[in-house]
């Protein structure tokens, strides 16, 4: 039996092209970023601690991301209005996108392979394994951080950006 983990995208490999929902239920294609470098950074859920802290560490950088031409998108399962409140409550700009709900079992984050289980307290379930991926203008991987540890993350993914 093949590791999930084995066969999930990594770099050099092509980004998978999905359909996404925005927080006012708009639909964005990841097929939109074709011929621009974006940094793409996948979270457990909207308004805890360390995605909040996450997400306001993109937004500070947002800026100089852009300065470097690379775009800045967030996802996580969370539904749309979630996301909506998530920005309007912690003041983000940074982008949040809404995954295929995780009923559904065919979004992003599957695609990828970062829909896994997870165990917290003896608790097993399925969750989203906090992950960033570098894209660069071909649509390809060009870097992954798996399991981020969010203290400075932000900070390294620009760093990565700058030398797209």
Known sequence: MTDAKDTRPDVGDQFP?????????????????AGKPAAVFFYPKNNTPGCTTEAKDFTAL???????????????????????????????????????PADAGDGLAEALGIW??????????????????LIG???????VWRKVKVKGHADAVLEAARTL
């Open 137 to 143: 203008a071909d649509g390809r991987i060009a870097r």
């Open 17 to 33: 092209h999905m359909t996404l929902t925005t927080p006012d239920g708009d639909e964005f294609s990841t097929a939109s970023l």
């Open 116 to 133: 896994v289980e997870k165990n917290m307290y003896g608790r097993i379930y399925m969750g989203m394994e906090r992950t960033t991926y």
């Open 62 to 100: 947002a800026p100089a991301f852009a300065d470097a031409g690379v775009a800045i998108l967030g996802i996580s399962k969370d539904p749309p209005k979630s996301h909506a409140k998530f920005i309007e409550k912690q003041a983000l700009t940074v982008p949040l996108y809404s995954d295929t």
